[in-house]
């Protein structure tokens, strides 16, 4: 894994972060999500005006690459400053990247990152029905609660997934 380099994107990364996201999302929620639904949420989350705003309100970007070429992304952000839990906002990887331990190694990286601000526990959403619920479960998270949680019309039915750190 010494090829692969992850550090913190800026503002000008925007760019490549919407990029990896347009190339990422349909195929991970094709399977649970209406077209319109991936497409409404996309347009909510990852356009370059969403992303500027979501870093500009605490939300820390990362960028997996591997040599120059990107292949993923996270982003991670203080949830409850009292009990030290921080949330990781997203993770995603390139769909021919996935399976093959850079998930894990991107998770790390965050969990390593989050330990170091003094979080003792990081939470993660991910949708009740999206398979990487069984990776985040190898990756040491338990279900902590359910939630679900309107954007515009839709609904997003999720497990609210946490890590004692």
């Keep these: 894994?010494?090829?692969?380099?992850?550090r913190t994107a800026t503002i000008s990364d925007v760019p490549t972060i919407k990029?990896?996201?347009?190339?990422?999302?349909?195929?991970?929620?094709?399977s649970i999500l209406s077209k319109e639904q991936i497409e409404y949420m996309f347009d909510v989350i990852?356009?370059?005006?969403?992303?500027?705003?979501?870093?500009?309100?605490?939300?820390?970007?990362l960028?997996?690459?591997?040599?120059?070429q990107p292949l993923g992304f996270a982003a991670y952000s203080l949830k409850d400053a009292g009990e030290k839990v921080?949330?990781?906002?997203?993770?995603?990887?390139?769909?021919?990247?996935?399976?093959?331990?850079?998930?894990?190694?991107?998770i790390a990286y965050v969990e390593n990152e989050v330990k170091q601000l003094g979080g003792n526990i990081l939470d993660l959403n991910v949708?009740?029905?999206?398979?990487?619920?069984?990776?985040?479960?190898?990756?040491?998270?338990?279900v902590h609660q359910e939630e679900d949680i309107p954007i515009g019309p839709?609904?997003?039915?999720?497990?609210?997934m946490r890590k004692q750190l």
């Design 1 to 6: 894994m010494s090829n692969y380099k992850i």
């Design 19 to 30: 990029a990896l996201a347009e190339a990422i999302w349909e195929p991970t929620y094709k």
């Design 46 to 61: 990852y356009t370059s005006e969403a992303l500027q705003q979501q870093m500009q309100d605490g939300q820390t970007f």
């Design 63 to 68: 960028l997996l690459y591997q040599d120059e």
């Design 86 to 106: 921080y949330k990781l906002n997203k993770i995603y990887l390139l769909p021919e990247c996935q399976g093959k331990g850079l998930g894990k190694l991107l």
């Design 127 to 142: 949708n009740k029905y999206n398979k990487a619920k069984a990776f985040y479960e190898t990756c040491g998270y338990h």
């Design 154 to 160: 839709y609904w997003m039915n999720d497990y609210v």
